[in-house]
C-alpha cells in the first residue's frame, strides 16, 4: 500500500541552525501539507502546496519557513534559523485531491525536531 | 475560530471494556469530522468521519455520530483490544473559504491492557 515517508525521524540541531525536512508524498497525490505538534498540544496546521506554489497557510508559517517541491518526488519543510519553540514532531501529508472534494489526508510518520 | 477539545488523557483499560472518548467543536458554518488514529511509530491514519448531522462513521468497531446539537463526536468501542493502543485524534475541516486545513484536538492516549 502506498504510503508518505518522512527523513529523517529525528533531528536535533542547535539554536540559529537551519533545518531542512524531507517527505515523499504518495506519487499520484497532487496536495502537499505540513502539521506540526508540539509536546503535550494540539496538531496544528501548518501549510498547503499545490501546483507548486502555497495555497494556504497559518500564522506559524512566518518568513523562517518555507516549502518546496524540488523534483517532483519530495516536498521539504525548511526552517531558515530554528529556535527553541521550533522542536515539534512535523508531520507532512498529501491528498490525491484537496479535502473539498470529500478526498483523504495521508500522514506521514512524523519527523521529530529537537532544538537545542 | 474553528476549535476541538477532546477529553484529556491518558487513557487505561482492561481489554473487552467500553470505551468512550469525548470530542467537542466549536466552526463556523458546517465543518466535516474525523477520527485519526496513530499506532506507534506510524502516521495518522484516518479511522472515520462524518460531513453532515446525523452522520455515524464506522470502522473497525469504533463508531462516531455527528451531533450538531451538541456540537459533539465522540468516538466509540464496545469491546476494545489490546491492537486498540494508540492515540486517537478528533480533527475537523470547516467548510468556508474551500479551506484545505484539517484543525486536530489534542490527542487521547489509548493504552488497553489484557
Known amino acids: 500500500e502506498p504510503e508518505v515517508t518522512q527523513t529523517p525521524s529525528h533531528q536535533v540541531t542547535q539554536m540559529g541552525q537551519e533545518v531542512i525536512l524531507r517527505c515523499v508524498p504518495i506519487s499520484n497525490h497532487l496536495y502537499f501539507y505540513w502539521y506540526r505538534q508540539i509536546l503535550g498540544q494540539k496538531v496544528e496546521f501548518l501549510v498547503s502546496?499545490?501546483?507548486?506554489?502555497?495555497?494556504?497557510k497559518s500564522e506559524i508559517f512566518d518568513d523562517q519557513f518555507s516549502v518546496e517541491r524540488p523534483d517532483g518526488s519530495n516536498f521539504t519543510l525548511k526552517i531558515r534559523s530554528t529556535k527553541l519553540e521550533d522542536s515539534a514532531m512535523y508531520f507532512c501529508?498529501?491528498?490525491?485531491?484537496?479535502?473539498?472534494?470529500?478526498?483523504?489526508?495521508?500522514f506521514g510518520p512524523g519527523t521529530r525536531l529537537t532544538v537545542l | 475560530g474553528n476549535s476541538v477539545t477532546q477529553m484529556e488523557g491518558p487513557v487505561t483499560l482492561s481489554e473487552e471494556a467500553f470505551l468512550t472518548i469525548n470530542c467537542t467543536y466549536t466552526?463556523?458554518?458546517?465543518?466535516?469530522l474525523f477520527w485519526y488514529v496513530q499506532y506507534p511509530g506510524e502516521g495518522l491514519q484516518l479511522l472515520l468521519k462524518a460531513t453532515k448531522a446525523d452522520d455515524k462513521g464506522s470502522n473497525k468497531g469504533f463508531e462516531a455520530t455527528y451531533r450538531k446539537e451538541t456540537t459533539s463526536f465522540h468516538l466509540e468501542k464496545g469491546s476494545v483490544q489490546v491492537s486498540d493502543s494508540a492515540v486517537y485524534f478528533c480533527a475537523l475541516r470547516t467548510s468556508q473559504g474551500g479551506s484545505e486545513k484539517l484543525v486536530f484536538g489534542k490527542g487521547t492516549k489509548l493504552t488497553v491492557n489484557p
Open positions: 502546496f499545490y501546483n507548486n506554489e502555497i495555497s494556504e
Open positions: 466552526a463556523t458554518g458546517y465543518p466535516s
Open positions: 501529508a498529501s491528498t490525491e485531491m484537496g479535502l473539498s472534494f470529500g478526498h483523504e489526508q495521508f
